[in-house]
C-alpha cells in the first residue's frame, strides 16, 4: 500500500487552493507516495461569504477529524489572519480532541504553507504559532529549510514563503502564486513526501 500524504487546507481566495494543487503534484512525483487532497468545513455562512466577495469553494472534499488518523503525513495550509492561521483551520484543529487524548497523530510528519496579503503581513508568525498545533499532537514538524536551493535567495522577484514551509502573497486578491512560488510548493511536496516514506518504512 502507498504511503499517504494529506494536504488538509483553507482557502477562501483560492490562493492557498493553487499552493496546494502544486504540493500534491510534488507529493505525487515520489514513487510510493501518494497526496489526498482535503478542505476543512468553512465557518462562515454564504451571506458573509458573499458580502467579502469570496469565490465558490472547489469541489475538493471535506475532510472530518478523525480522518487524520488514516494519513501516514501531512501538509497543512491556510491563509493568515492578522498573523495566524485562519480560524476556519483553527476550528477544526480544536476539534481533534480525541485523536489528541489517544496521540494517534503523534510521531507523524507535518509541513506547513501560508498566504499572506503582505510582505509583513505573518509568512513566518503564523508558520510558528501553527507548530505548537503540531507540538501538541506530538506530530513532527517538517520544515523545507533551504532545501529548495537558490530559490530560497532570490532577490529579483517578490516572494512568498520562508524555511518553514512554502507560500504566496495575495496582495488585494488579485495577485497570484508566481512560477518560483509553486516551484517552491511543489518543492515541498516533493520533500516531505520523501521523509514521510522514510519514516514510514523505518517504522
Same mark, same amino acid.
Request: charged share 20%; aromatic share 10%; glycine share 12%.
Given at each position: 500500500?502507498?504511503?499517504?500524504?494529506?494536504?488538509?487546507?483553507?482557502?477562501?481566495?483560492?490562493?492557498?487552493?493553487?499552493?496546494?494543487?502544486?504540493?500534491?503534484?510534488?507529493?505525487?512525483?515520489?514513487?510510493?507516495?501518494?497526496?489526498?487532497?482535503?478542505?476543512?468545513?468553512?465557518?462562515?455562512?454564504?451571506?458573509?461569504?458573499?458580502?467579502?466577495?469570496?469565490?465558490?469553494?472547489?469541489?475538493?472534499?471535506?475532510?472530518?477529524?478523525?480522518?487524520?488518523?488514516?494519513?501516514?503525513?501531512?501538509?497543512?495550509?491556510?491563509?493568515?489572519?492578522?498573523?495566524?492561521?485562519?480560524?476556519?483551520?483553527?476550528?477544526?484543529?480544536?476539534?481533534?480532541?480525541?485523536?489528541?487524548?489517544?496521540?494517534?497523530?503523534?510521531?507523524?510528519?507535518?509541513?506547513?504553507?501560508? @498566504?499572506?496579503?503582505?510582505? %509583513?503581513? +505573518?509568512?513566518?508568525?503564523?508558520?510558528?504559532?501553527?507548530?505548537? #498545533?503540531?507540538? !501538541?499532537? &506530538?506530530?513532527?514538524?517538517?520544515?523545507?529549510?533551504?532545501?529548495?536551493?537558490?530559490?530560497?535567495?532570490?532577490?529579483?522577484?517578490?516572494?512568498?514563503?520562508?524555511?518553514?514551509? @512554502?507560500?504566496?502573497?495575495? %496582495?488585494? +486578491?488579485?495577485?497570484?502564486?508566481?512560477?518560483?512560488?509553486?516551484? #517552491?510548493?511543489? !518543492?515541498? &511536496?516533493?520533500?516531505?513526501?520523501?521523509?514521510?516514506?522514510?519514516?514510514?518504512?523505518?517504522?
Amino acid at each position: 500500500m502507498a504511503v499517504q500524504v494529506y494536504i488538509v487546507y483553507y482557502s477562501m481566495y483560492r490562493h492557498v487552493d493553487r499552493l496546494a494543487e502544486e504540493i500534491k503534484k510534488g507529493v505525487d512525483s515520489v514513487e510510493g507516495v501518494e497526496a489526498k487532497l482535503w478542505q476543512v468545513p468553512e465557518t462562515l455562512p454564504e451571506e458573509v461569504l458573499g458580502k467579502m466577495r469570496a469565490p465558490p469553494k472547489s469541489d475538493v472534499p471535506i475532510i472530518t477529524p478523525n480522518e487524520l488518523s488514516e494519513a501516514d503525513g501531512f501538509v497543512f495550509g491556510f491563509p493568515t489572519r492578522f498573523g495566524m492561521m485562519a480560524a476556519q483551520f483553527k476550528a477544526f484543529l480544536d476539534a481533534t480532541g480525541g485523536l489528541w487524548k489517544t496521540q494517534q497523530l503523534a510521531g507523524k510528519p507535518a509541513g506547513i504553507f501560508y @498566504s499572506t496579503s503582505s510582505q %509583513g503581513g +505573518g509568512q513566518e508568525t503564523t508558520a510558528l504559532t501553527a507548530i505548537t #498545533q503540531l507540538v !501538541h499532537h &506530538g506530530m513532527l514538524f517538517v520544515p523545507i529549510g533551504y532545501t529548495f536551493g537558490a530559490g530560497m535567495f532570490d532577490m529579483e522577484e517578490l516572494k512568498g514563503g520562508s524555511p518553514y514551509g @512554502s507560500g504566496t502573497y495575495a %496582495g488585494d +486578491g488579485s495577485r497570484q502564486p508566481t512560477k518560483l512560488e509553486l516551484e #517552491q510548493a511543489f !518543492h515541498q &511536496g516533493k520533500y516531505i513526501a520523501s521523509i514521510t516514506k522514510k519514516l514510514k518504512e523505518a517504522a
